[in-house]
T-cell receptor, first 114, second 113 residues
């Protein structure tokens, strides 16, 4: 039980669909993150938000669009994805932005693009 | 270049045996080091962290890790493994003034009864 929840847990979408992933943290943290986890590759940091402001975009394609309406919620909007985007998408939060404090992860959304 | 290497992709041990998972890092500044565990279908759970001070750190579930600056290593140990420890283990490095954690590719631990 990590205090970070993600929905849906599984998602299958076609290449022309639009869908959104949701993350919610109940820890009172100020920073939130999206990661991509693919088989046999290290976790890839996609986006970092601090107090609802995007502070990092790690060269992620524009077909991934994050949104952070408040410090507890984070979304990842998906459109016109490619099969290579199939992966586990993990959300994380940490107490503060600006240093490598420990990050708390949600269970992830397993995304399959057909 | 900043990187984390976990040389062992897959380790198998018997229940009750001791365990050591290796982690080597390359980092240009003072490292902050972490070990996470991921059970199937789950997110990553923090086992322990090292920022400074005593180089032997204790974590949850009976795990410990030792920071050795001269060897750029942060190996994870457990004296007696339980079947429930079967999972994937990730080492990560970060530092002051950066949110970015650099993860290794993980070590999958299998435990036989």
């Amino acid at each position: 039980e990590t205090g970070v929840t993600q929905t849906p847990r599984h998602l299958v979408m076609g290449m022309t669909n639009k869908k959104s992933l949701k993350c919610e943290q109940h820890l009172g943290h100020n920073a939130m993150y999206w990661y991509k986890q693919s088989a046999k590759k290290p976790l890839e940091l996609m986006f970092v938000y601090s107090l609802e402001e995007r502070v990092e975009n790690n060269s992620v394609p524009s077909r991934f669009s994050p949104e952070c309406p408040n410090s507890s919620h984070l979304f990842l909007h998906l459109h016109t994805l490619q099969p290579e985007d199939s992966a586990l998408y993990l959300c994380a939060s940490s107490p503060r932005f600006g240093s490598s404090y420990e990050q708390y992860f949600g269970p992830g959304t397993r995304l399959t693009v057909t | 270049a900043q990187s984390v290497t976990q040389p062992d992709i897959h380790i198998t041990v018997s229940e009750g045996a001791s365990l050591e998972l290796r982690c080597n890092y390359s980092y240009g500044a003072t490292p902050y080091l972490f070990w996470y565990v991921q059970s199937p279908g789950q997110g990553l759970q923090l086992l322990l962290k090292y920022f400074s001070g005593d180089t032997l750190v204790q974590g949850i579930k009976g795990f410990e890790a030792e920071f050795k600056r001269s060897q750029s290593s942060f190996n994870l140990r457990k004296p007696s493994v339980h079947w429930s420890d079967a999972a994937e283990y990730f080492c990560a490095v970060g530092g002051l003034n950066t949110d970015k954690l650099i993860f290794g590719t993980g070590t999958r631990l299998q435990v036989f009864p």
